[in-house]
Nanobody, 125 residues
Framework: QVQLVESGGGLVQAGGSLRLSCTTSGPGFSGLVVGWLRQVPGKEREFVAGISWMFGNTHYADSVKGRFTISRDIAKNTVFLQMNSLEPEDTADYYC??????????????????WGQGTQVTVSS
């Protein structure tokens, strides 16, 4: 079973940047799509970005295109989410999850599993 650990969240002013990390101590991300999703209290978890571990192709939610970048470090078994030009609307708990898809990146949160504990991102105005 894949075990995921997210880190890198914090408090930042609007316009600032953060880099989130998602790592696994399990069998790794081989053959999987890794996604970042976020959730605010009272709302459903929403897709933010995803990356195919094998091919490196990516997909973003429209709300973060041009501001966020997802990447992977194969040697470190880690997926990153670089978040720039942060807005108060980006405030949420951020989670990484995996989808058993080799390359197709789903924007639907129900396709992702094995969540970590999440990391909180707060953007002040």
């Amino acid at each position: 079973q894949v075990q995921l650990v997210e880190s890198g969240g914090g408090l930042v002013q609007a316009g600032g940047s953060l880099r989130l990390s998602c790592t696994t101590s399990g069998p790794g991300f081989s053959g999987l799509v890794v996604g970042w999703l976020r959730q605010v209290p009272g709302k459903e978890r929403e897709f933010v970005a995803g990356i195919s571990w094998m091919f490196g192709n990516t997909h973003y939610a429209d709300s973060v295109k041009g501001r966020f970048t997802i990447s992977r470090d194969i040697a470190k078994n880690t997926v990153f989410l670089q978040m720039n030009s942060l807005e108060p609307e980006d405030t949420a708990d951020y989670y990484c999850g995996v989808d058993q898809s080799i390359s197709e990146i789903s924007p639907f949160s129900y396709m992702y599993h094995y969540w970590g504990q999440g990391t909180q991102v707060t953007v002040s105005s």
